[in-house]
């Protein structure tokens, strides 16, 4: 599968106060059809705070299960004042596969991200325990190195699968020169992938993807738009200019179950 990319999309904003499961899961399956393999959702309520109560996360899944086997990826994050026992609540649902995992805290925009490591070993205990595959999000370096050091303490499912996220302002900045310094830091037996928050162009994409990135996110939760002049209304432009990206580099977008062989799912 050396030609093959996995595919997520991250369809809601985090500035939407409108959680509507049906047009959620409609967008998603749409989405799967055009290329995508995986599906990351927060746990919010209808009104787009997060929280605990997985009601709308079911129903939502349910919905896209229906129609779909693209792999449900759940956030463990998400600035809040949720309790990292919260946090994990959707570690306990059997159709969530996946789940993002956050190694530090960090300054996003005029919020601080809180993970303090005891916090982040209770969630990394809890995604061993659950056997749920972590996607480990990191916005500098320090992050991916303090990955590293987890391992020393804990069994964690391998190959590891890393996100280098780009572009939230108070981190590291969607240039070039920070693409290359985060994946100099990943360790080489690891899998990555990118995430460029307010993403204008598909610039940083490609530059990822010619470096060796095996995942690409895209989604609502990271941008709309899909050229500087043009923002889009459902998440499927995206996954189709994603897709044909991967075409015009001689790639393909790879499938659920293509993408869950090559996460040891």
């Keep these: 599968m050396t030609n093959k990319v996995l595919i997520s999309v991250a369809p809601v904003s985090a500035a939407d106060k409108h959680i509507d499961p049906k047009k959620i899961a409609k967008d998603v399956i749409e989405c799967a059809k055009a290329g995508a393999a995986m599906v990351h959702l927060h746990v919010r309520e209808k009104d787009g705070s997060l929280t605990p ?5 079911k129903e939502t899944v349910e919905l896209i ?4 086997d693209i792999i449900i990826q759940a956030s463990t994050g998400g600035i809040s004042n949720l309790t990292i026992e919260e946090r ?3 570690l306990y649902y059997d159709k969530v596969e996946a789940c993002s995992l956050n190694v530090g805290s960090t300054n996003l925009g005029n919020a601080i991200y809180c993970n303090p490591i005891p916090e982040v070993k209770y969630c990394i205990e809890e995604i061993i325990k659950t056997g749920k595959t972590p996607e480990i999000e990191v916005f500098e370096i320090g992050h991916t190195h303090q990955t590293t050091e987890l391992c020393k303490e804990y069994n964690m499912k391998m190959p590891l699968l890393f996100s280098v996220v780009l572009g939230h302002p108070g981190e590291a900045p969607g240039t070039p020169e920070a693409l290359m310094a985060m994946v100099n830091f990943i360790p080489k037996d690891a899998i990555w992938g990118i995430t ?3 993403r204008k162009d598909f610039g940083i994409i490609a530059g990822a993807l010619g470096l060796g990135a095996k995942t690409v996110r895209i989604g609502f939760e990271d941008s709309d738009y899909l050229d500087p002049e043009t923002r889009v209304d459902t998440n499927v432009p995206l996954v189709e200019k994603v897709v044909k990206l991967l075409h015009a580099m001689d790639k393909e977008a790879m499938t659920p179950d293509e993408a869950r062989k090559m996460l040891n799912m």
């Design 88 to 90: 994990c609540a959707p």
């Design 65 to 68: 299960r229906a129609e779909s």
């Design 196 to 198: 460029h928050a307010h």
């Design 53 to 57: 109560d997985l009601t709308v996360l």
